[in-house]
């Protein structure tokens, strides 16, 4: 068997390491603990009762199960659940059900039919919060099963929960379904029912439902929830704005992105309402939203420019480099600048460079200075004869607000010099 720091290579993904070290840990195992760490990657959380379920051996578990349970404990990726239960860390949930589903749907399936019927078993003797615990997860594992009883079953809950107030199961049941194995169950299915049971959930006051609640709509792809998101959107200060932003990219929708840009153009537009549609913007990362966006950069307020500067950089686009270099040279602030600067560096930093030594000549000490400093920060070999003039033609310059051209134009010269030996190494 190969070490396995052989098999990792510094051009790995993260994901890719993780699965390295899986094969590694079940190439080692025991063949029914390997079986193990595969099947209990099915429910959200397994036990000795649920590995003897899933082994055929019925509720009353043997001993072989308790010894694979114990051996399952042993795993750095797993850890305790409520107590008394056992769970995996989620990246390593996830990259098995990944390759359940690339490699064994029809078995995971089958698998999940048998959680379901564990779970319907359990309810028999369940009561109170351990009854609603047993329906959830029974609905979560019929979706694949039967995607359409699945559906209408988490749409009547999703209702229940709504109807009764109770935040929380809302906020669960959403997550639930959510996740990518149920969405792909669904695919094809007329999701209307649950879009429209959806679509409430994004006023509510808490804001991880909001969040849950865009994040579903948008692994839908519910073109229908567009209107309600971006106007949830304009209106939230706190953390789901994120999630709408996300939501509305995977949406990816021609009508999505027009109605952000007619907010983004309107006269009046206050500042929370600026700040999130431009961070929708550039998560979605259409070109259309440059030239509105490049409009708000004269916008009085340094906060704005900022966070308008972000958007473009995100965009990143040869068409923001215009708008960034006029952030450069008229932003209200070193942090615009300093923003623009790494926004030049991340979107072309040739072109940028191009441009940046036109300016060098500029009549403006400012530009000149605030050239040199994004040249510092990205510029090559071509760029220090410019900057050698610069030093030469500044005298003791000293811009408005106390800049020293001179000094910073040799500092430039420094930085670009020991980046060039750099990567000679």
Known sequence: ???????????????EVLGVILDEIMARAEPDVAEAIRFCAIPHWFSEE???????????????????????????????????DWTYHENVRELLLIRWRKTDD?????????????FGEKMKSAAGDEFERCRQELMYHFLPVDPSAGLELFNQMLKEAKDSQRASTCQLLVHLFAEETIIRAVAGLDVTQTVNVLIPLLYESISDIRSEAARTLGMLKA???????????????????????????KINSKKAVDILLEIVMEKRLDMLT????????????????????????SYPSQDVQCFVVSALAEIGTDEA?????????LGHGDDVRRLAIEALAKVNPRQAQRELL??????????????????????????IPHIQKVVRESGDIVTWGGLELRKTAANAIAQIEARLEESKR
């Open 50 to 84: 649920i590995i003897a379920w899933l082994r055929g051996e019925g509720l009353k578990s043997s001993e072989h199960s308790r010894e694979i349970l114990a051996a399952l404990t042993e795993l750095t990726f797993v850890g305790p659940y409520y107590g008394q």
């Open 321 to 329: 480099l215009q708008p960034l270099l006029s952030a450069l040279f």
């Open 223 to 249: 073109e229908d929830g567009i209107e309600t998101l971006v106007r949830v959107l304009t209106l939230d200060g706190g953390s789901s704005v994120s999630a709408i932003s996300d939501a509305l990219a």
């Open 1 to 15: 068997m190969t070490n396995i720091t052989d098999r990792i290579t510094p051009e790995m993904s993260e994901e």
């Open 274 to 297: 600026l700040y999130n549609v431009s961070r929708a913007l550039a998560v979605i990362k259409d070109t259309r939203a440059i030239e509105p966006l490049a409009q708000r950069i």
């Open 358 to 383: 036109r300016e060098l000549d500029n009549e403006n000490s400012v530009v000149r200075y605030w050239a040199v400093e994004a040249l510092a920060r990205f510029g090559d070999r071509e760029a």
């Open 106 to 118: 029809q078995h995971f399936v089958q698998l999940s039919q048998v959680m379901v019927d564990y």
